[in-house]
């Protein structure tokens, strides 16, 4: 049974920092990506990061660009986004998925097949 489960979302000030992490089971992530989306109130689920997780490879929005990063930890079988400089328009809930992407389709939310169950992340101005 395939779990992606996300913790570290929280209440911050505008400027200040998160970490998010993201624990997979129930998969060979070698042959997956592994990304984070978030949806705002009222709006679309959208892209924010992904790495592969064979390899490396990342891929940000550029909303998210020189403030984020994401990693992995391969004994843990998990993935972190570490956001910096938050601001308001970063609330949402973030969501982390896995997905047998390529490189055309690494930003697509339809070629992520599991998702977690969403951490919520809240910046206050």
């Known amino acids: 049974q395939v779990q992606l489960v996300e913790s570290g979302g929280g209440l911050v000030q505008a400027g200040g920092s998160l970490r998010l992490s993201c624990a997979a089971s129930g998969l060979t992530l070698s042959s997956y990506s592994l990304g984070w989306f978030r949806q705002a109130s009222g709006k679309e689920r959208e892209f924010v990061a992904t790495?592969?997780?064979?390899?490396?490879?990342?891929a940000f929005d550029d909303s998210v660009k020189g403030r984020a990063t994401i990693s992995r930890d391969n004994a843990k079988n998990t993935v972190y986004l570490q956001m910096n400089n938050l601001k308001p328009e970063d609330t949402a809930v973030y969501y982390c998925a896995a997905g047998r992407t390529i490189l055309s389709t690494r930003r697509d939310l339809r070629a992520y097949s599991y998702w977690g169950q969403g951490t919520q992340v809240t910046v206050s101005s």
């Open positions: 790495i592969r997780w064979s390899g490396g490879s990342t």
